[in-house]
């Protein structure tokens, strides 16, 4: 079955950080752009991150860019998205997707989504 499968997030604290993982089943990550994309309660869905396999480069909004990190292991088909010093801002639920990105303001490209993470910044 072909599926991105997602764990991590959670509740922490203001300035705490948290990982998020993202598991290719039935497919081979190294072959797609991987982007993470979040959507806040009431908004509209944002662009976190994108990884861009024909450059091999990493985008980030300016609203993580420093903080969030995005890294992969492709022996094991799984992609990362290290957040630190988390906001309240960031709160919101992350979903990983694959197809083309060359930014991380581009989400309209993504054909499969993972089922998306809570992660929830509150004192």
């Known amino acids: 079955q072909v599926r991105l499968v997602e764990s991590g997030g959670g509740l922490v604290q203001p300035g705490g950080s948290l990982r998020l993982s993202c598991a290719a089943s039935?497919?081979?990550?190294?072959?797609?752009?991987i982007g993470w994309v979040r959507q806040a309660p009431g908004k509209e869905r944002e662009g976190v991150s994108c990884?861009?396999?024909?450059?091999?480069?990493?985008s980030y909004a300016d609203s993580v860019k420093g903080r969030f990190a995005f890294s992969s292991d492709a022996a094991k088909g799984i992609v990362y998205l290290q957040m630190n010093n988390l906001k309240v801002e960031d709160t919101a639920i992350y979903f990983c997707?694959?197809?083309?990105?060359?930014?991380?303001?581009?989400?309209?490209?993504?054909?499969?989504w993972g089922e998306g993470r809570s992660v929830t910044v509150s004192s």
């Open positions: 039935g497919f081979g990550l190294e072959y797609y752009d």
């Open positions: 997707a694959r197809g083309s990105c060359l930014t991380a303001a581009d989400i309209y490209g993504f054909d499969l």
């Open positions: 990884l861009t396999r024909s450059t091999g480069r990493t």
